[in-house]
């Protein structure tokens, strides 16, 4: 039998939290692992409703843990992730599934967590320290801790940033990969870039190769090239029920390319 045991406070819930105990986000891939008999016994589940708030404030934007796909879709300041979370399952796991939930997400799901990755979001833990950098987050996430909220930038110009998700079945299948790419520039010139690939590995990762390619240069064919060729490098994307790692690394590059493009395009 499974108990849950409800909280008002993360910080309750937190010291409530042990080995055999399950923190309860949406639901939407705990429930199945309950339904499945496999997974804990005691699940955690906290009523604070200031885990559904988005704040602006400065250059930031804060998302509550509990913060769920159709709450992004429905605001305004979060237009620029509307073409992440559109693609997450389908309008009822958008309903429930949220933006904590997804940086747990095992391979292939972790979609929103990709974006989170190229836009250099930070991670706010439940107790104690500060707001840490979520690939630091998603290198060690089984010792993570309960996550209060992500804090993403709030962007200057949209059109430096770009989401390509590529799955067998449109529009809501799972991802054979997803690719995010963040791209500031000055004068022209790319400044910062970051791009993150989801379901080429254990948790979204850097695509660094790819990264090195395109700092300081102009958005033209010739550095989406180079991008392209160095797409996969340093990776190791597995082979599972939906592709083989031969072909995430035939295709990685050559969407890259096809994002990038039209990136370039507006
Ligand atoms: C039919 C279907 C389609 C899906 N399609 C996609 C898809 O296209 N793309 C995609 O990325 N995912 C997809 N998913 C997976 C899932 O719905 C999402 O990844 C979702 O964001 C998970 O969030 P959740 O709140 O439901 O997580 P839950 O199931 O509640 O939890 C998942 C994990 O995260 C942990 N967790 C949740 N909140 C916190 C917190 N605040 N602090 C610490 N740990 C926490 C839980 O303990 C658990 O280990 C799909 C799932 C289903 C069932």
Do not use: C
């Not at 200031?50 to 804060?62: F, K, N, Q, W």
């Not at 797409?231 to 096809?258: M, N, Q, S």
Request: hydrophobic share 45%; net charge positive.
């Amino acid at each position: 039998m499974t108990a849950v045991e409800t909280y008002t406070t993360l910080a309750d819930a937190a010291r409530a939290m042990s080995r055999d105990a399950t923190y309860l986000g949406g639901g939407t891939l705990v429930m199945r692992e309950v339904n499945e008999g496999v997974g804990t016994q005691r699940l955690v589940r906290v009523t604070d409703p200031a885990l559904r708030e988005i704040r602006g404030s400065g250059d930031t934007v804060r998302l509550g843990a509990g913060v769920t796909m159709a709450d992004v879709l429905n605001h305004r300041d979060l237009a620029f992730l509307h073409p992440v979370a559109r693609l997450i399952g389908g309008p009822q796991v958008r309903n429930m599934a949220t933006v904590a939930g997804n940086l747990f997400a095992a391979h292939p799901y972790g979609d929103f967590a990709t974006a989170l990755l190229a836009l250099g979001a930070r991670v706010v833990p439940a107790v104690q320290g500060s707001a840490r950098d979520i690939e630091e987050l998603l290198r060690d996430r089984d010792r993570a801790g309960l996550i209060a909220a992500v804090e993403v930038p709030r962007l200057r110009d949209a059109r430096a940033f770009g989401f390509r998700k590529v799955s067998r079945v449109k529009p809501k299948g799972v991802s054979v990969l997803s690719i995010a790419v963040h791209l500031p520039r000055e004068s022209g010139r790319i400044r910062g870039a970051r791009v993150a690939f989801g379901a080429m590995g254990p948790t979204p990762l850097r695509a660094t190769g790819a990264e090195r390619a395109l700092e300081g240069q102009m958005l033209d064919t010739t550095v989406f090239d180079r991008a392209a060729a160095a797409a996969t490098e340093g990776l190791a994307p597995p082979t599972d029920e939906i592709a083989t790692e031969w072909y995430r690394r035939e295709v990685a590059g050559v969407h890259l390319r096809r994002l990038l493009s039209e990136m370039e395009r507006g």
